[in-house]
């Protein structure tokens, strides 16, 4: 049997190589950087490449899948995200598609309970203030934020990472929590958490966090008509795709005071320019989508795209197959 070739478009952990260059031959961007779209094209032309190994980053239309030929067997994602595949033409094509579920549930889960404290509690203000020599004197209204204790908490999506950070806030003896999702789910039971429909969620939590896809139901969901309806004190949070969010709308809205705070780790674009309004609000908290940034998950990541590639071209399911239609 000829052997098998595949062409992965960025540096990635070594165990997800070392499982690749057991079964291909690996053609690779050598870089830490993203590949520029122009150059995976010309990568892929005339290589008969049997599996692409992508990340998020890459856009996989068309044009990259005409270059890559009718051989191309999987698209596999190092992501659980796969918003940035042509889903339909791969379908076509009869290509699989695979991401990476499962294995980056708790380090995107620990994330977001860390980036909602961090916005509740103001941290990155005192952490500037201390640096800047702002500390003064103890001061009865300096720096104070929101309480937990006592208060709704509301995920939108109740999938893997929804539901890991509703496991992880529950201890932190919120009065209720809800969830809206495309319907109701079995295990929210586990973390007494009660279904709600999208309208309920605005009007009621006091914490919304977005753990959900990016697809054409929740894009912009988050936008001025919502954040009106929104309680003032709310703080939502972002640890989902930053395109579920309206970020002029976000701006206006903490500005006005339509809600209190925002924690992102996801924005639109990414990354956001370092002059964009909400880097300079005080109430807003960004991280540069960093969810998934331990070694723990990166490595699986790694290993998991690297099995869907051999499931592929081995006549077998990928264990992170995506449908595509
Ligand atoms: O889709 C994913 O896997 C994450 O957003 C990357 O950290």
New binding site residues.
């Given amino acids: 049997m000829a052997e098998c070739k595949v062409y992965v478009t960025r540096r990635i952990p070594t165990p997800g190589t070392k499982l690749l260059s057991q079964h291909f031959k690996i053609d690779s961007y050598d870089s830490d950087e993203a590949i520029p779209h122009e150059v995976l094209v010309e990568a892929l032309k005339a290589k008969q490449y049997d599996a692409l190994y992508c990340m998020?980053t890459d856009i996989i239309n068309t044009e990259v899948l005409d270059a890559a030929g009718p051989q191309l067997k999987i698209v596999a994602t190092?992501?659980?995200?796969y918003e940035h595949i042509d889903l339909h033409e791969c379908s076509q094509r009869n290509i699989l598609v695979a991401?990476?579920p499962g294995v980056?549930t708790d380090s995107?889960a620990e994330l977001t309970v860390a980036l909602l404290l961090m916005t509740a509690r103001r941290l990155p203000e005192g952490v500037e203030a201390v640096k800047t020599g702002k500390w003064g004197d103890w001061k009865p209204h300096w720096l104070c934020g929101t309480e937990l204790t006592g208060s709704t908490l509301g995920i939108y999506g109740l999938g893997r990472i929804g539901f890991n950070v509703g496991r992880r806030l529950k201890p932190f003896g919120f009065s209720k929590i809800f969830y809206t999702d495309v319907h109701e789910v079995s295990y929210a039971k586990d973390i007494d958490a009660e279904f709600i429909d999208f309208d309920g969620l605005i009007e009621k939590c006091d914490f919304i966090c977005v753990c959900c896809n990016l697809t054409p139901q929740t894009q912009h969901m988050f936008n001025g008509e919502t954040f009106k309806r929104m309680k003032n004190n709310a703080i939502l949070i972002n640890t989902g795709?930053g395109g579920v969010i309206k970020h002029d709308d976000l701006v206006e809205a903490l500005k006005n005071g339509d809600i209190t705070a925002a924690g992102l780790d996801?924005t639109e674009p990414e990354p956001l320019p370092k002059d964009h309004p909400l880097v300079l609000m005080n109430n807003c908290v960004i991280l540069p989508?960093?969810?998934?940034?331990t070694w723990d998950s990166r490595n699986a990541?790694a290993e998991i795209a690297a099995r869907n590639c051999i499931a592929a071209i081995s006549g077998q399911t990928p264990e992170g197959q995506v449908l595509t239609n």
């Fill in positions: 998020l190092m992501s659980v995200g991401n990476t980056s995107v795709r996801v989508h960093m969810g998934s940034n990541m």
